[in-house]
Nanobody, 125 residues
Framework: QVQLVESGGGLVQVGDSLRLSCAAS????????MGWFRQAPGKEREFVAA????????AYADSVKGRFTISKDNGKAMVLLQMNSLKAEDTAVYYC??????????????????WGQGTQVTVSS
């Protein structure tokens, strides 16, 4: 099992920046990619960004490309999401996810095996 704990959410204003962290523990050696997803009230969970633990390759949703940056610290089994130029529509609960099994990053929530509890990000206009 892998446990994921997110931190760094909060209330900010439009245009501000925020950094989310996700710390992994347990059988982290089995994890080959990690990602961030978000879910706004009344909407489905959507992909935000993902990163390969071995190659560092990344993928982003079009809505955040150029504003968000995902990075990793393998030594600390941690993944970060730097969010800049935040918009009101970025308001959501952000979830960290980890996948094992087949290698490669994925934009699909069903590909991920482990999930954190989520952290609220609210962007006020």
């Amino acid at each position: 099992q892998v446990q994921l704990v997110e931190s760094g959410g909060g209330l900010v204003q439009v245009g501000d920046s925020l950094r989310l962290s996700c710390a992994a523990s347990g059988r982290t050696f089995s994890v080959n990619a990690m990602g961030w997803f978000r879910q706004a009230p009344g909407k489905e969970r959507e992909f935000v960004a993902a990163i390969s633990r071995s190659t560092g390759s990344t993928a982003y949703a079009d809505s955040v490309k150029g504003r968000f940056t995902i990075s990793k610290d393998n030594g600390k089994a941690m993944v970060l999401l730097q969010m800049n130029s935040l918009k009101a529509e970025d308001t959501a609960v952000y979830y960290c996810a980890a996948k094992s099994g087949a290698y490669g990053i994925s934009r699909y929530a069903t590909s991920y095996d482990y999930w954190g509890q989520g952290t609220q990000v609210t962007v006020s206009s």
